[in-house]
């Protein structure tokens, strides 16, 4: 596998399920990030991780809960979520600091979630 | 708080025009990036640019960064269908981490 995936690609899920979303990047970055995707509205950035701890939540709803256990992977625990949560999830990784750097982000494909 | 403002929105054209993206903010940005999303697939990292005044070429596409680095430019010569998707553009503040997208501009190439 290379650069970032994830999985599942599609999910459907009702309001009182409990599901999780798993993001795996293969290029030796030291940063992490959750993005929610919505028709008609720029990329809403979520959650940040830089060398597995959280430094970004951007007034994420507590139904959404993210778990990094290492600088490779990424999960975003989803419970008693609300039909208007339905959106592509997308999950990114970046190489942060160092000379010339400028965190340049590289994404995964995205989970397409539909909450009924 | 930063904000990217992108135009058009939308746009459709004929296989062959040439066409310009724009992506301007009242903000300075330490570098600006450009990204291409296509159906079912997450953005794809096209350009980098970091110096006010920067032009960048990538065969037939021109990107330009503003020389006071508040606004950048997509310019596609002889379009394809191939060219069609989701044109994002995302600005980083100096030191920041977080990159601030524009709404996309949503691209036709019609055969």
């Known amino acids: 596998e290379t650069g970032v995936t994830q999985t599942p690609r599609h999910l459907v899920m009702g309001m009182t399920n409990k599901k999780s979303l798993k993001c795996e990047q293969h290029?030796?970055?030291?940063?992490m990030y959750w993005y929610k995707q919505s028709a008609k509205k720029p990329l809403e950035l979520m959650f940040v991780y830089n060398f597995k701890e959280q430094t970004e939540n951007n007034s994420v709803p507590s139904r959404f809960s993210p778990e990094c256990p290492n600088s490779s992977h990424l999960f975003l625990h989803l419970h008693t979520l609300q039909p208007e949560d339905s959106a592509l999830y997308l999950c990114?990784?970046?190489?942060?600091?160092?000379?010339?750097?400028?965190?340049?982000?590289?994404f995964g494909p995205g989970t397409r979630l539909t909450v009924l | 708080t930063q904000l990217l403002e992108q135009s058009p929105q939308f746009l459709s054209i004929q296989e062959g025009e040439n066409l310009t993206v724009y992506c301007n903010s009242s903000?300075?940005?330490?570098?600006l990036q450009w990204y291409r999303q296509e159906p079912g697939e997450g953005p794809v990292l096209l350009v980098t640019?970091?110096?006010?005044?920067e032009v960048k070429k990538l065969k037939r596409l021109t990107f330009q960064f503003g020389d006071a680095r508040k606004d950048s430019s997509l310019h596609i010569t002889a379009a394809q269908p191939g060219d069609t998707g989701l044109y994002l553009c995302a600005g980083a503040g100096q030191g920041a981490q977080k990159l601030v997208f524009g709404q996309g501009t949503r691209l036709t190439i019609n055969p």
């Open positions: 640019v970091v110096t006010g005044g």
């Open positions: 903000s300075v940005f330490s570098s």
């Open positions: 290029l030796g970055h030291n940063a």
């Open positions: 990114a990784s970046s190489q942060v600091g160092g000379r010339g750097s400028y965190n340049e982000q590289f």
